[in-house]
């Protein structure tokens, strides 16, 4: 079936240095698009990205990702994490497929550490 | 303003009573969704709703059953209550379409006891 993988469940990292949460997924389906929602703590999930063209890098508020279909790919990067970037980062994607559901990943927590 | 209302926030009831979450948008979306999120498990869907009186299950609809009337109101409805359904539900509403953005609300955070 479709689905969404985010391999680490928590990510700590020192406030200033990069950071990458991987995403990768699995679908039949041709045409898809990709979203990056952050939540956080104690708040609604809210897009930070969103693409559905291969290999175009999508930027917003310093984070960027590039859907990569050839290795089933769309990793959020950010050059120098900051303090306030510590939450919850969902990968999610929708399919052609007519139905307009968010296949979700369980989610990756992101802590800054200063 | 463009938002999406959840009510109650936050609601504690007892094993087999009946529990009745709304949810409002303003922004005359045609789909609206109810999720469940616990810890470790992500976003879970559990119904889809593509328009008033037109919904379809996601992937954990049973105990639950869902209502929409107006295309701006979608109800989620425990009967019956059980403590395996503490969570937290978050409504969310989109234009219909699957490059849509979708608009969460605030959630409302479930103890059954």
């Known amino acids: 079936g479709d689905s969404v993988t985010q391999t680490e469940g928590l990510v700590t990292v020192t406030e200033g240095l990069p950071v990458k949460l991987n995403c990768t997924y699995q679908?039949?389906?041709?045409?898809?698009?990709f979203f990056w929602y952050v939540q956080y703590l104690n708040e609604a999930p809210q897009v930070l990205l969103k693409?559905?063209?291969?290999?175009k890098r999508t930027e917003h508020q310093g984070f960027h990702a590039t859907l990569h279909k050839s290795s089933s790919s769309f990793h959020l990067q950010k050059s120098s994490a900051q303090l306030s970037d510590s939450a919850l980062y969902y990968c999610?994607?929708?399919?052609?497929?007519?139905?307009?559901?968010?296949?979700f990943g369980s989610g990756t927590q992101l802590t800054v550490m200063p | 303003d463009m938002k999406v209302t959840q009510m109650p926030r936050y609601l504690i009831k007892r094993m087999g009573e009946n529990v009745l979450l709304e949810c409002g948008q303003d922004?005359?979306?045609?789909?609206m969704y109810w999720y469940r999120q616990d810890p470790g498990l992500g976003l879970q869907l559990i119904y889809i709703?593509?328009?008033?009186?037109?919904?379809s299950e996601g992937d954990i609809p049973k105990g639950y059953r869902v209502s929409r009337k107006k295309r701006e109101h979608f109800s989620l409805i425990l009967d019956s209550a059980k403590t395996n359904q503490t969570s937290v539900y978050f409504c969310?509403?989109?234009?219909?379409?699957?490059?849509?953005?979708?608009?969460f609300g605030p959630g409302t955070r479930l103890t059954v006891l």
């Open positions: 679908t039949t389906y041709l045409t898809i698009a």
């Open positions: 693409s559905s063209t291969d290999n």
């Open positions: 969310a509403s989109s234009y219909w379409g699957n490059y849509a953005e979708q608009f």
């Open positions: 922004m005359s979306h045609e789909t």
């Open positions: 999610a994607l929708t399919l052609s497929s007519g139905s307009w559901q968010l296949i």
């Open positions: 709703s593509y328009d008033v009186d037109s919904n």
